[in-house]
């Protein structure tokens, strides 16, 4: 990391430490919140930088930065996202500042720069799961999303496009967890209500073999997704069609040279670049 993107992501120059192992992630997201912070099997840790020590500490209240482990059942799932949050940046997507930090055993963690705060101002955020009314966040689909995008945002036009580029993204990429939660609504003031930046970019189709292609609806499908779904999609939400996938038009070879660089296991390189190669050519993308 050099020392422009260390003060943009601490406003410091240099890393900071985490004085702390793997295994004491668990037990101080238990102290601090009394469970487990994120649904599934990885646990997550507020942490602030105390720049007189250098450091990056657990913090119940005020955290500016969010740090996400490595997790015994799925592993590499910080490089994993590390790695897909980097190729959503070099397409224009907008995501948080975000880089891998190595914990006291030199296991490295997933450290994300919170978007909902400015200079310690909580910036109010929803996600689609509760501005739908929804309990379970894999009940829904990208019409509904759009069309409540619509009705909030104050850029409307704007915002649906990057929401469906997001859409597609999360499928060139196998991340079949995108679920409601996945896609949030910042209300920065009464006049600057936006679309979120995008966050939880996993490819999960890496972690799990059978995993689908969505995990909300598209064209009332989850699964056996082609273009002809992402195009009705993209007529309901009224996305001209020159801006539909341009984004994703021959980028191959620059997804293939930030996976090669990634800390992600050589030998699951090749898989997830077979796996964005299979869904480029059901979008019928050049590469």
Same mark, same amino acid.
């Given at each position: 990391?050099?020392?422009k993107?260390?003060k943009? !992501?601490?406003?410091?120059?240099?890393?900071?430490? #985490?004085d702390f192992?793997?295994?004491?992630? *668990?037990?101080?997201a238990?102290k601090?919140?009394?469970k487990?912070?994120? *649904?599934?099997?990885?646990?997550?840790? *507020?942490?602030?930088?105390?720049k007189k020590? *250098?450091i990056? #500490?657990?913090?119940a209240e005020?955290?500016?930065?969010?740090?996400?482990?490595?997790?015994?059942?799925?592993p590499?799932?910080p490089?994993?996202?590390?790695c897909? !949050?980097?190729i959503a940046?070099?397409?224009?997507?907008?995501?948080?500042?975000?880089?891998?930090?190595?914990?006291?055993? =030199?296991?490295?963690?997933?450290v994300?720069?919170?978007?909902?705060?400015?200079?310690?101002?909580?910036?109010?955020?929803?996600?689609?799961?509760q501005?739908?009314?929804?309990?379970?966040?894999?009940?829904? &689909?990208?019409?509904? #999303?759009?069309?409540?995008?619509?009705?909030i945002? +104050?850029?409307?036009? %704007?915002?649906?496009?990057?929401?469906?580029?997001r859409?597609?993204?999360?499928f060139?990429?196998?991340n079949? $967890?995108a679920h409601?939660?996945?896609?949030?609504? +910042?209300y920065? $003031?009464?006049?600057?209500? @936006?679309l979120?930046p995008?966050? $939880?970019?996993?490819?999960?189709?890496?972690?799990? &073999?059978d995993?689908?292609d969505?995990?909300i609806t598209?064209?009332?499908?989850? =699964?056996?997704l082609?273009?002809? $779904?992402?195009?009705?999609?993209?007529?309901?939400?009224?996305?001209?069609?020159?801006? @539909? %996938?341009?984004?994703?038009?021959?980028k191959?070879?620059?997804?293939?040279?930030?996976?090669d660089?990634s800390?992600?296991a050589?030998?699951?390189?090749?898989?997830?670049?077979?796996?964005?190669?299979?869904?480029?050519? @059901?979008?019928?993308?050049?590469?």
């Amino acid at each position: 990391m050099n020392e422009k993107f260390l003060k943009e !992501m601490f406003n410091f120059s240099k890393c900071p430490v #985490i004085d702390f192992n793997l295994q004491d992630v *668990s037990q101080k997201a238990q102290k601090l919140t009394g469970k487990f912070s994120i *649904s599934g099997v990885q646990p997550k840790l *507020s942490v602030k930088l105390d720049k007189k020590q *250098s450091i990056l #500490i657990p913090v119940a209240e005020g955290g500016e930065y969010i740090l996400k482990p490595q997790t015994p059942a799925f592993p590499n799932i910080p490089e994993n996202e590390q790695c897909c !949050m980097d190729i959503a940046e070099n397409l224009n997507i907008d995501v948080p500042l975000h880089c891998l930090v190595p914990l006291k055993d =030199n296991s490295l963690a997933y450290v994300v720069k919170r978007f909902d705060r400015k200079k310690s101002i909580k910036i109010h955020q929803e996600d689609f799961a509760q501005i739908l009314g929804q309990t379970d966040k894999y009940k829904g &689909s990208a019409e509904q #999303i759009g069309r409540k995008l619509k009705e909030i945002s +104050s850029a409307p036009g %704007y915002d649906t496009q990057l929401f469906f580029e997001r859409v597609i993204l999360n499928f060139i990429l196998g991340n079949g $967890d995108a679920h409601l939660k996945n896609y949030s609504i +910042s209300y920065r $003031d009464k006049d600057n209500i @936006r679309l979120a930046p995008a966050y $939880d970019i996993v490819c999960s189709k890496l972690v799990l &073999s059978d995993e689908g292609d969505s995990a909300i609806t598209i064209n009332g499908k989850k =699964n056996s997704l082609k273009i002809e $779904d992402f195009n009705k999609l993209a007529v309901y939400l009224n996305i001209p069609l020159k801006v @539909r %996938y341009e984004k994703f038009e021959n980028k191959f070879n620059t997804m293939r040279k930030i996976i090669d660089s990634s800390s992600i296991a050589k030998e699951k390189q090749q898989r997830f670049l077979e796996i964005i190669e299979e869904r480029l050519i @059901r979008l019928k993308l050049p590469k």
